[in-house]
């Protein structure tokens, strides 16, 4: 199993035990659902009736997304143009570490071109975003972008490939 964290904060972001995919190289959309959390009560999977889930809420179980009460995400807010400064000083961060770590001129030209069309279709569609930084709130560190599927219902998680370290667990 793997951990993916945050090479800027060190925050713990998602594991690859949720559905996820590489797009583009460069960003990974990782798959969440909304899920009935009740504080000390173990989820074993099964699908209760409707008569328990009822229940369930009425016993202070609450409705949360998996990823972000797993990772303790924090949600955050941005205007366009302050969200666009972010992710230009993000980006320049991303590559300095890249450099330092040998990445090619290859790759860095390639990370640049790829993270600037997507960077650009973000910013094109602002406002179908919710945004959300790790658990230690680092300025510097991940914001992770909250989408919804073409179905309006099934939320998604982007988070920036290369602003990532992998853990084995």
């Known amino acids: 199993m793997l951990l993916y964290t945050d090479i800027v904060s060190g925050d713990e972001m998602f594991s690859d035990a949720f559905p996820m995919k590489l797009v583009n190289n460069i960003v990974y959309e990782v798959d969440c659902a909304m899920v009935t959390f009740k504080e000390g ?3 074993i999977g099964a699908n209760p009736s409707a008569e328990e ?6 016993d202070g179980a609450q409705t949360v997304n998996n990823i972000i009460h797993t990772f303790r995400l924090k949600p955050t807010s941005f205007e366009k143009g302050a969200y666009g400064k972010y992710l230009k000083g993000y980006m320049k961060a991303i590559k300095e570490k890249l450099q330092s770590n040998g990445a090619s001129e290859e790759e860095l030209a390639a990370f640049q071109t790829n993270a600037g069309n997507f960077a650009k279709t973000v910013l094109q569609n602002f406002k179908d975003y919710e945004f ?3 658990a230690e709130m680092d300025v510097d560190g991940m914001v992770a972008l ?6 309006g219902i099934t939320p998604y998680f982007t ?3 290369h602003g990532l370290k992998e853990v084995k667990l």
């Open 159 to 161: 988070f920036w490939k």
């Open 41 to 43: 009560e173990v989820d």
């Open 53 to 58: 889930g009822a229940e369930a809420l009425e």
């Open 132 to 134: 959300y930084t790790g």
């Open 146 to 151: 909250l989408n919804y599927r073409e179905d």
